[in-house]
């Protein structure tokens, strides 16, 4: 799935416009027991119960295709009779209506979902007569296919925060009651994958809260699928290979050599969006990475050292290099690379004031500074002139003088 084709599903899900079938879910405790389950007609239900259930069948379609929403096929097992994808289609085709095949779904998810506390899983069901779209994207009245899907939702449940109330009756504040609350999403799926703008049953798109440690066992032993790694999660891994080859990641030299290494991929990046496709991956390989360090400032045998264990790392999928970019280093790097600039150009007007003796190595500025041609420079000596040493600097009659910064007519 792109974005275009998300984006097209998630727009359906707002209450104006959305056409859920029906709803069903289950509350599972810590124990990773059922404590009730329920079947819902969606256009039933209270106005404030749709607001909220159509927000978290909406925040099951967010974030970032890469990071937050990971597409995964199934492999040919799990495609066999009795896998978990013909499991998924049986529970599509009954429009969640056989309490058997719901509960066998249900099963699936607890005995695979490893969360200790409390949570509800959701299930909608909705059918979408996918409308036919002109090269420019235009719609048409008429039907192009028919989309049968289902969008599962794995939600915390946990206890509101206590607080004090005022209540009225009694004119008086006390504690409130404390009640069970569902919060939004922490994981969940759309299936099946819709793509090209039609049904593909052979792909899920999932979608995790955090994709920092997101729940890859609900992705590999319950629907048996190849785990990947998340944006976020490639990037902190690209972030802790440099890291360990620099050093200490406090210290300034190290933060300005990640800043170089950053902008220098930025730069990369940005040159190489002008020559490709729009849409043309721009995947970051070894022979790509190591000039990329040189031009960093790294020395051959860290960039080498790094090269290596990137490449053994992303040995199954390489990277985009706008995956391993860290945004926050990128946005630090400017005005530290130009105070490291600066830094430089400083030393290096020390080291030639230094050289041409207006500074002392001591730091110190010399006490007369004479600046003259070096024909001229030649012929200047010194000597005693009423008792008082002086230099003699010939002068030609057209050349003039500058005493302290100030123009002298002598």
Not at 115 to 130: A, Q
Not at 331 to 350: I, T, Y
Request: proline residues 5%.
């Amino acid at each position: 799935m792109d974005k275009n084709e998300i984006k097209e599903i998630r727009q359906r899900i707002k209450k104006e416009s959305a056409t859920f079938q029906l709803m069903c879910g289950c509350y599972v405790n810590s124990e990773k027991n059922i404590v009730t389950e329920f079947e819902k007609t969606f256009v039933d239900l209270p106005e404030e119960e749709i607001h909220k259930y159509i927000e978290i069948a909406s925040k099951t379609l967010s974030g970032k295709k890469g990071d937050n929403l990971i597409e995964l096929p199934f492999p040919m097992e799990a495609e066999s009779d009795g896998g978990p994808e013909k499991l998924l289609i049986r529970l599509r085709d009954s429009g969640l209506k056989d309490e058997d095949i719901r509960h066998e779904f249900y099963n699936l998810i607890i005995n695979n979902y490893a969360r200790p506390d409390n949570y509800l899983i959701l299930v909608y069901h909705d059918i979408y007569d996918v409308p036919m779209k002109t090269s420019d994207n235009m719609e048409l009245d008429d039907s192009e296919d028919i989309y049968d899907y289902l969008i599962t939702a794995i939600c915390p449940v946990e206890l509101s925060k206590p607080g004090i109330g005022y209540y009225p009756d009694s004119n008086s504040f006390t504690s409130l009651e404390r009640d069970w609350v569902v919060g939004l999403p922490e994981s969940g799926f759309l299936f099946p994958a819709f793509t090209e703008r039609m049904a593909d049953v052979h792909s899920v798109l999932f979608y995790t809260k955090d994709t920092k440690e997101p729940h890859t066992e609900l992705w590999e032993d319950a629907f048996q699928c190849k785990s990947v790694r998340t944006s976020t999660q490639k990037k902190n891994t690209f972030t802790s290979i440099i890291s360990e080859a620099l050093g200490d990641p406090d210290d300034d030299k190290v933060k300005d050599s990640f800043a170089e290494v950053e902008s220098t991929l930025n730069t990369f990046l940005e040159t190489e969006k002008k020559i490709r496709e729009k849409d043309d991956p721009i995947i970051m390989t070894k022979d790509d990475l190591k000039p990329i360090l040189a031009d960093s400032g790294i020395d051959d045998m860290r960039s080498e050292r790094i090269a290596s264990k990137y490449e053994a790392a992303f040995q199954e999928e390489l990277p985009g290099t706008s995956e391993i970019i860290d945004s926050k280093i990128l946005k630090d790097s400017g005005p530290r690379l130009e105070r490291k600039d600066l830094m430089k150009q400083v030393s290096d007007l020390n080291k030639k004031l230094t050289e041409s003796g207006i500074v002392k190595p001591d730091g110190k500025e010399a006490d007369v500074i004479v600046k003259v041609p070096d024909d001229t420079a030649e012929k200047i000596t010194a000597t005693f002139i009423d008792g008082q040493r002086c230099l003699l600097i010939p002068l030609e009659g057209n050349e003039e003088m500058m005493i302290n910064g100030e123009k002298k007519d002598l």
